[in-house]
């Protein structure tokens, strides 16, 4: 009897709050809240979005301009959401990595404020660079980075330039050049490197290229030349009117001799072959000095420097160096069939190779006794700066193979 009593207070007290229960469950669900929340934002904008002015308090008189209170609003509201999205998607505020470095983006707001040690992320997410920021400009000890996480250069940088001292490494993450920079490139003291890691030059650089005194090493670390260098190439004339004695203070090289026999000439010429340069050596039985000097340089290249301007065909040596004080044919001569015939082991060059009697004791020593005399090429010959330039060619035509360079009187 008890039991019944007990049971059917029970029921009774779970009938008057199943209603409560079940209305509860319903508002505690997630989709009766999304329900209702997406419902007030859909109503909220559907209101916004009624921008058409009922009467004139919803206007806003500016200068005589009436403008919808609603548009306003609605205006404010975009740009804040458009606000909050850029901030939210271009700055890291406060994050910090493993090592405690502030990273930001590279478009980030707040790295225009930053004066400090940062890390920068590129476009693309990887860290393109670590080091201090001020004013918004990469400026202070950095690092900068490739995709691949090599360090590309690592020292002082000058708003967003390399400026100072730094290191500069290939893409594989071989130095490539260790000394100072101005703007981004070479200048000053500094030493270059190979791919292989190998030492290739070693002093003064302007604009990112050799110029001043430096020297020339070889794929093992001998120093194979030393002495003056312009825009980037070796200054051949500086050779002129030296002794061979003094020329192999300059230039510690292989090189190879090329003697005229005693019946056709007392002249030698010398193939300086780690700089690609002859020189013809003559000596001057009526001065008081009788020592053999070098009188011509002829340099292998079909490209000729002049300052920083560079010709690779006639007319445009005739525009650095003026008129040609001579041209037309001529029969070949000791130093330039030396050289065409050196240019033809690579390659053929001008007619092809000259015809020559020669006889040889050593590999590196050879006397000439005889000379095609038949064998011709074209010349243009120019005259500045106290100098002589003479290119030569197979044919009047526009290319040249190689030149030749002398003091004026010498030629």
């Known amino acids: 009897m008890g039991n019944n009593l007990l049971g059917v207070l029970i029921s009774s007290i779970k009938s008057k709050f199943a209603s409560i229960v079940s209305k509860?469950?319903?508002?505690?669900?997630?989709?009766?809240?999304?329900?209702?929340?997406?419902?007030?934002?859909r109503d909220f904008f559907v209101k916004l979005f009624d921008i058409k002015p009922k009467n004139k308090d919803d206007y806003y008189t500016i200068f005589g301009w009436m403008f919808s209170k609603k548009l306003a609003y609605l205006i404010i509201i975009v740009v804040g959401v458009i606000s909050v999205w850029y901030i939210a998607r271009t700055v890291t505020l406060f994050k910090k990595d493993a090592g405690g470095i502030p990273t930001y983006r590279y478009n980030s707001i707040m790295l225009r404020l930053a004066e400090k040690k940062v890390r920068i992320k590129a476009k693309s997410g990887y860290i393109a660079y670590e080091g201090v920021v001020k004013k918004g400009y990469v400026t202070g000890e950095g690092k900068l980075f490739s995709p691949d996480g090599i360090v590309l250069y690592t020292g002082n940088f000058e708003k967003n330039k390399y400026e100072g001292e730094g290191t500069q490494s290939y893409e594989t993450g071989v130095l490539h050049y260790k000394g100072t920079f101005h703007e981004n490139v070479y200048e000053g003291q500094g030493t270059l490197y190979r791919e292989d890691g190998t030492k290739e030059y070693e002093g003064e650089f302007l604009n990112g290229l050799k110029e001043g005194n430096g020297k020339l090493y070889d794929n093992g670390g001998n120093t194979i030349y030393e002495g003056a260098f312009s825009t980037d190439d070796i200054v051949y004339g500086e050779l002129l009117g030296k002794t061979p004695e003094e020329i192999r203070k300059s230039y510690f090289g292989s090189q190879i001799l090329y003697e005229e026999s005693e019946d056709i000439g007392a002249d030698s010429v010398v193939q300086l072959k780690d700089i690609g340069a002859l020189y013809l050596s003559h000596s001057d039985d009526g001065a008081s000095d009788d020592s053999p000097k070098a009188?011509?340089?002829?340099?292998?290249?079909?490209?000729?420097?002049?300052?920083?301007?560079?010709?690779?065909?006639?007319?445009?040596?005739?525009?650095?160096?003026?008129?040609p004080i001579y041209e037309g044919y001529s029969s070949i001569i000791f130093p330039e069939a030396v050289a065409v015939n050196i240019l033809n082991e690579n390659h053929r060059a001008l007619k092809g190779r000259v015809d020559m009697e020669y006889a040889s004791e050593f590999s590196d020593d050879f006397v000439i006794s005889w000379i095609d005399p038949n064998y011709t090429v074209y010349l243009h010959t120019y005259e500045k700066g106290g100098l002589v330039y003479t290119f030569i060619s197979a044919d009047n035509d526009d290319t040249f193979s190689f030149y030749e360079i002398s003091e004026k009187g010498d030629e």
């Open 295 to 323: 009188t011509t340089i002829t340099v292998l290249s079909s490209r000729f420097k002049l300052g920083m301007l560079d010709a690779g065909n006639i007319e445009a040596v005739t525009r650095l160096l003026g008129t």
């Open 24 to 41: 509860l469950r319903l508002w505690l669900s997630w989709d009766y809240i999304r329900t209702r929340v997406i419902g007030r934002i």
